[in-house]
């Protein structure tokens, strides 16, 4: 008896499908044209990570090679996608996301920019690595001008291994790239039913499929096809963005100076010589700056490099002359960005700002 409940599970809920979908067939009155529902069509564009990783056993959650699989592979080893869209794919890079640099993020930025001018596209999910996944979402936040739904999918274990998360991760990505109601929700980071901004999102745990948070919270989540959507970015992004991709061909050097008791002043003395346009200073706590690391901000301003004071601490933020005196010194602070975060704005930024006050402005903005 036990072991037909199963089955007799299955009939019952088979009768209610068909007795779910008879309405509609039985209305027909002209029979047999089948109705072309066109899918909408998304785009991967690959670029390697774990998501496109391999190991040499299902035991191997950890141990593997990131970037392998081709975004060919990927799409046709997941047949379910054709459910959900017409889903192309195109390889942009494969590489562990800790190479990605300047150059590649803005050949990215441009190849999604083209795609989503085109009529036929309606969203795009890019698969990347986790390690920087947040600087390269936040990166198109800024500078894709589009409504258009831009989705960015990570997995923290290969493919091969025992309880991989990349083909849900993946799945999801593409159901909500094809999802209208994630247009002009600006880039989002669809990760472990998560659906995550693309400004604050951060990876906070370095081996665990619950990687990726911000402290403001997921926006909503993915559950099978459907996006639950529970709050909206208010920051500025894509269509409200003063950057543009199809405008950039380089981007400035930024530094990071990493704080720590007995931090010394070699990090800040190295980038000011090496000429770099500006330095987030990743304080301890609020931002703050040893008494002995003034003096060298201060040359290093004085020397037109704009000073951003930012946070080694995840969650919280800084607030504008306290601790330092910002206005006195002419530097900035990053908010609640993070410093990689404050690294990609501060780059963004002076490619159009020149004032301090101005970078400042950009920084409450975005
Ligand atoms: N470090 C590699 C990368 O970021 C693998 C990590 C991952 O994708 O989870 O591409």
């Given at each position: 008896m036990n072991l037909m409940m199963p089955l007799l599970r299955r009939s019952v809920s088979s009768l209610l499908m068909v007795a779910a979908i008879s309405p509609f067939t039985a209305c027909a009155?002209?029979?047999?044209?089948?109705?072309?529902t066109k899918k909408p069509v998304v785009v991967v564009v690959a670029t390697g990570g774990t998501i496109a990783g391999a190991g040499a056993?299902?035991?191997?959650s950890a141990t593997y090679q990131a970037a392998k699989v081709p975004v060919d592979k990927l799409i046709a080893g997941l047949p379910e996608l054709a459910d959900v869209a017409e889903v192309r794919g195109q390889q942009a890079f494969q590489i562990?996301?800790?190479?990605?640099t300047n150059e590649k993020l803005v050949a990215l930025g441009k190849q999604v920019s083209a795609l989503v001018k085109?009529?036929?596209?309606n969203g795009v999910v890019i698969t990347h690595g986790t390690d920087t996944l947040e600087e390269t979402s936040f990166f198109l936040n800024l500078v894709i001008r589009s409504d258009k739904p831009i989705v960015v999918v990570g997995s923290m274990?290969?493919?091969?291994?025992?309880?991989?998360?990349g083909a849900l991760n993946l799945y999801d990505a593409v159901s909500l790239a094809a999802?209208?109601?994630?247009?002009?929700?600006g880039v989002l980071v669809m990760m472990n039913d998560d659906i995550l901004s693309g400004r604050d999102?951060?990876?906070?745990?370095?081996?665990?499929?619950?990687?990726f948070g911000s402290q403001w919270g997921p926006l909503g989540m993915m559950v099978e096809r459907r996006a639950y959507w529970f709050r909206a970015p208010v920051k500025r992004q894509t269509?409200?963005?003063?950057?543009?991709i199809d405008t950039i061909t380089t981007l400035p050097e930024v530094a990071i100076v990493y704080g720590s008791g007995?931090?010394?002043?070699l990090g800040v003395e190295a980038a000011t010589k090496a000429g770099?346009?500006?330095?987030?200073?990743?304080?301890?706590?609020?931002?703050s700056v040893p008494d002995y690391g003034v003096e060298g901000l201060k040359a290093a301003r004085a020397a037109g490099i704009q000073i951003i004071r930012s946070s080694r601490i995840a969650d919280g933020f800084v607030l504008r002359n306290?601790?330092?005196?910002d206005d006195k010194y002419d530097w900035v602070v990053a908010h609640d960005l993070n410093p990689q975060k404050a690294k990609i704005l501060a780059a963004l930024a002076l490619t159009k700002a020149t004032s301090s006050a101005d970078l400042q402005r950009m920084f409450w903005e975005y």
């Open positions: 009155q002209t029979p047999a044209a089948p109705v072309a056993s299902s035991a191997n562990a996301s800790e190479s990605f085109d009529p036929s596209v274990r290969p493919g091969t291994a025992l309880s991989a998360d999802s209208p109601s994630a247009r002009g929700k999102v951060a990876k906070r745990v370095n081996i665990k499929t619950n990687a269509t409200k963005s003063e950057f543009d007995n931090m010394g002043t770099v346009k500006a330095i987030v200073h990743a304080g301890t706590g609020n931002g306290s601790e330092q005196p």
